[in-house]
């Protein structure tokens, strides 16, 4: 078969969906073979992961994700390139399907909590996704929560979805080599001893609850711990921090390669996750393997 797959979100593995699609094609190219993939894209990011393997080609289309020109375009491409199956590898799925068509839909965040999101998510979810998803041939998500959601709220037929669960990659592992860790921890500038928590700033992430519950530990305490948060700074969390007093006490580890990110799980003592919605949430996952 000609597969046509959509991954022009896949221009950096540091958030959730990037990471799932950029593995899922890396070991698609390892096991297949026989089929053809057409992978579409903005730009040379996956270039070299691919290249090795001789039945995938990349195809530049110059569409922005998330943009408004998509479902215009999108139909127009997929007859071009002629697939026997198009795999719209996020939640942006085209109206007008020339051929059979198969989506992977995450979560539902969008449609849970409309309020934290601008109107046009909510247009878009409510309206243009609920119909597109009424003529797709199947669903992929990643947990049963998810497929919950999608039948609770657009009315899907179970037997249309189906779940593959996300695994941890297998550099998030127990380094034995101390000294490895202790060094990067060092050049880090991190503390021997610190609570760990990795993810975005995103509300539904919960992060202000964690560093209120952090402040009331800190507060009178003799706490040994600091608490190191993934990521560069950002004005909200630095003004909570100088409110609660606990500035001190917090450390923005910066933007962190994942080549580096099971050393900053190995050197933690405590992994902390208080997001309060997820399709399924790595994370979590990742620091017990570590």
Same mark, same amino acid.
């Given at each position: ?9 896949? @221009? %950096? ?11 899922? *094609?890396?070991?698609? =190219? ?39 020109? #998509? ?18 590898? +996020? ?44 003529? @797709? ?5 990643? +947990?049963?929560? &998810? ?8 009315? *899907? ?5 189906? @779940?593959?669960?996300? %695994? @941890?990659?297998?550099?998030? /592992?127990?380094?034995?080599?101390? =000294?490895?860790?202790? +060094? ?7 503390? #021997? ?15 202000? /609850?964690?560093?209120? =519950?952090? &402040?009331?530990? %800190? ?10 948060? &993934? ?27 994942? +080549? ?7 050197? =933690? ?5 208080? &997001?309060?919605? #997820? ?12």
């Amino acid at each position: 078969m000609k597969i046509l797959l959509d991954a022009r979100m896949v @221009v %950096a593995k540091d958030f959730g969906m990037g990471r799932y699609l950029y593995n899922l *094609l890396k070991e698609l =190219a390892n096991i297949d073979q026989e089929n053809d993939y057409v992978i579409m894209v903005n730009d040379d990011y996956l270039a070299d992961l691919l290249k090795p393997a001789k039945n995938f080609r990349l195809l530049k289309v110059g569409l922005k994700w998330l943009g408004l020109m #998509e479902q215009f375009r999108l139909p127009g491409i997929i007859k071009k390139v002629q697939p026997d199956i198009f795999h719209a590898g +996020s939640f942006v799925v085209p109206l007008v399907q020339p051929c059979p068509t198969i989506a992977t839909i995450y979560d539902l965040i969008h449609v849970r909590y409309p309020k934290r999101y601008f109107w046009l998510h909510s247009i878009y979810y409510n309206l243009v996704l609920r119909k597109a998803l009424m003529t @797709v041939k199947r669903i992929i998500t990643i +947990s049963e929560f &998810s497929k919950n959601d999608l039948v609770a709220f657009y009315k *899907l037929p179970k037997e249309l979805i189906r @779940v593959a669960y996300p %695994a @941890v990659e297998e550099a998030f /592992c127990q380094i034995k080599d101390r =000294a490895l860790v202790d +060094s990067f921890r060092q050049q880090r500038g991190l503390p #021997e001893r610190f609570i760990l928590y990795v993810g975005n700033r995103k509300k539904h992430k919960n992060l202000l /609850c964690l560093l209120t =519950a952090y &402040s009331k530990l %800190a507060t009178g305490r003799q706490l040994d711990h600091k608490l190191v948060l &993934s990521g560069p700074e950002d004005n909200e969390t630095k003004a909570f921090l100088k409110r609660y007093n606990i500035e001190g006490g917090v450390i923005f580890a910066g933007m962190v390669r994942d +080549s580096d990110l099971a050393l900053l799980y190995n050197a =933690a003592d405590l992994f902390v996750f208080p &997001s309060l919605f #997820e399709g399924f949430g790595l994370p979590p996952l990742e620091a017990m393997a570590c």
